[in-house]
């Protein structure tokens, strides 16, 4: 089968790399998703250990259209039966990049149709539509005048991985969350900390990631278990294998702090429902008055909204920079913030530097290298002085 793993502005390659380590073929990045080749298992495994894909399209067919009537005929020559009977329900979810037509609400809608009609003409009935929960969930991408038609075997979103029982403002969204722990080449050794972990989103993907605990449960309603198509056998042997890769001994130390008593109380509810208290520690601590730590890795999204004045704002990332300086020596310090001046007024040259989207804001995701005194002395330390050698 072909396949197509959605995910988030700028987390294609660390998605693609996910893919080539489950041993997926023909992979091919592209514009917030990955095309790839697989069977059965590897669409099963994709769903349940994918820890940056938001959807798991199965590809039915790609073809080019001029006008609504040749989309409508296009998708009513289909065999839409072999996927779904008249009694059971289907709904559509369009995706337009297009010249041709301005409104998904309107792809969807001669989708709808051409699927309906097609049951009328054959059986004298239409199937009716579920938009909460349908038997079969079909995808409809139009980029210009190329229409791409495929199941949706997810259901809902793989953001949710369902420990999140509260969330503090502007939650980061868990996908987000491993997306930053894998673009940051953190070791999984060595100690992780997050210094405003508002509901610990990353510290609960980081710990998943370094135990090699599956982002999903077994039970959850992915959309493949309905299909007709579906292999229990093989579901099973998928499952079994995850279970059994699972070593949480392989945990490091996992710290997450925050200022606000909302947060630690939303940090530890979450951490409790995703089993994972034993690894990660959370302490009500202002990030500024912090002792600090050598030889550690930080990933945090500070605030940046209209929580904060603008004047503020600029002058809480000037101060973030001096605390890193000051503290936080021998240490990989990674920043995420929407706010592309605040990113500015750290003060420090980013090693690294990454444009993501988070939600719907452009974002930066920069890493400061903290040494312990100068650059230069860092090298001369780990290579010796090559002009006396």
């Known amino acids: 089968m072909k396949l197509i793993a959605k995910t988030l502005e700028g987390l294609e390659a660390v998605l693609a790399d996910e893919l080539n380590n489950l041993g997926a073929t023909d992979i091919t990045v592209l514009n917030r998703a990955v095309s790839y080749t697989g069977d059965h298992k590897l669409l099963y495994q994709s769903n349940l250990l994918l820890r940056t894909s938001i959807k798991v399209l199965v590809f039915i067919k790609e073809f080019t259209v001029r006008n609504e009537k040749d989309l409508y005929e296009e998708v009513k020559k289909i065999p839409w039966e072999t996927y779904f009977s008249i009694n059971e329900t289907f709904a559509i979810d369009s995706v337009v990049n297009s010249t041709l037509f301005r409104h998904a609400n309107f792809i969807a809608l001669k989708t709808k149709d051409a699927i309906a009609d097609r049951f009328r003409d054959k059986y004298d009935q239409r199937p009716n539509v579920d938009t909460n929960d349908p038997f079969l969930q079909i995808n409809v991408h139009v980029r210009e005048n ?12 793989l953001h949710l991985r369902g420990y999140r029982r509260q969330q503090v403002d502007a939650p980061l969204n868990e996908v987000m969350a491993a997306g930053l722990v894998l673009l940051s080449g953190w070791d999984q050794i060595s100690t992780l900390m997050d210094p405003m ?21 077994e039970d959850k309603a992915f959309a493949f278990k309905k299909w007709k198509t579906f292999e229990p056998l093989i579901w099973e042997e998928v499952c079994s294998e995850a279970q059994k890769a699972i070593d949480k001994s392989r945990i490091p130390t996992l710290k997450g702090f925050d200022i606000l008593p909302k947060a630690i109380h939303a940090a530890k509810s979450n951490i409790e429902a995703a089993q994972l208290e034993d690894f990660i520690s959370i302490e009500e601590e202002d990030f500024f008055y912090q002792e600090g730590a050598q030889d550690l890795t930080l990933i945090f999204n500070p605030p940046y909204d209209g929580r904060l004045k603008e004047e503020d704002v600029l002058e809480f990332y000037r101060h973030i ?10 240490c990989n310090a990674w920043i995420l913030s929407g706010h592309v001046d605040a990113m500015k007024n750290v003060g420090l040259r980013p090693a690294v530097k990454k444009r993501l989207l988070n939600g719907s804001i452009p974002s930066l995701y920069c890493k400061y290298e903290m040494y312990q005194g100068s650059k230069k002395q860092k090298w001369q330390k780990l290579y010796g002085n090559q002009d006396q050698q």
Do not use: M, Q, W, Y
């Open 146 to 157: 190329i229409v791409t038609l495929s199941l949706d075997s997810s259901g809902a979103s």
């Open 197 to 217: 972990c508002g509901s610990a989103t990353i510290l609960c993907e980081a710990a998943r990631i370094a135990g090699n605990i599956p982002p999903h449960a």
């Open 321 to 330: 920079g001096d605390k890193l300086k000051l503290s936080f020596s021998n």
